[in-house]
């Protein structure tokens, strides 16, 4: 009879074998579990085991688009070009083993609006990538992983909503139509307020008011109003 280091991990074609002539018994095992297995054998007729192992070596498959994970650490990450989120990549084969040595590509459907890096992007020994990702630009990004070499593309699309930071009193503007008009009290100049976050993105839906350092000596109308859709507002 045989068993394995790794227990029930290995399958055995028979529970035993009985030896011929030569001494012999043949014993097939399988396995759907990568790894090394030790395998020893055991004299039932006189409940010996034997000194001698083998150590057998399962490898991984190939690559499967169904089984390999792409998974976002974060569904959700401020679009200010340094607030980063990572995408990891485990490449398995159809019975979920880790599968080492593949070169992995990740894009985004926003293409180079979003920065994509790594420090390396070969699957480790348990078939990991990491990349990681950063966006100045608001929007949702679904991603893409690919093995180009076979080729392969992976089912699972992960997507990271990049938004809104917080408001830069650097990046916004106050801007006029005209910096000299006549004070007649009718004719007009117009201001434009521009709001923008950290990452130079407009902010919506923000409400504005101005102020003169003349008082009430300027009519200003309307006296407050809301940024459109790309955070401007006069």
Do not use: C, E, H
């Amino acid at each position: 009879a045989l068993g394995s280091s790794r227990g029930s991990q290995d399958i055995f074609g028979s529970v035993s074998a009985t030896t011929n002539a030569s001494g012999q018994a043949v014993i097939t095992v399988r396995s759907s579990v990568a790894g090394v297995a030790q395998i020893s054998a055991y004299n039932l007729s006189d409940s010996t085991t034997l000194t001698s192992t083998i150590n057998f070596t399962f490898t991984a498959g190939a690559a499967s688009a169904t089984t390999t994970t792409v998974v976002a650490s974060s569904l959700s990450v401020v679009a200010d070009g340094v607030t980063s989120d990572t995408v990891t990549v485990t490449v398995k084969d159809s019975f979920g083993n880790g599968v080492a040595d593949q070169v992995v590509s990740l894009s985004s459907d926003r293409g180079t609006t979003d920065t994509i890096t790594y420090v390396s992007n070969v699957s480790d020994s348990q078939g990991v990538v990491v990349f990681t990702v950063v966006s100045s630009t608001v929007g949702a990004s679904n991603y893409t992983a690919r093995i180009p070499a076979i080729p392969i593309t992976f089912t699972q699309k992960p997507v990271i909503n990049f938004t809104l930071g917080t408001l830069s009193v650097s990046l916004s503007t106050v801007q006029a139509s005209s910096a000299s008009v006549v004070a007649d009290g009718v004719t007009p100049v117009t201001i434009t307020v521009t709001l923008k976050d950290t990452g130079g993105n407009g902010m919506p839906s923000r409400l504005v008011s101005l102020a003169s350092s003349r008082g009430n000596k300027d009519v200003i109308t309307p006296a407050t109003a809301v940024t459109d859709s790309t955070g401007v507002v006069q």
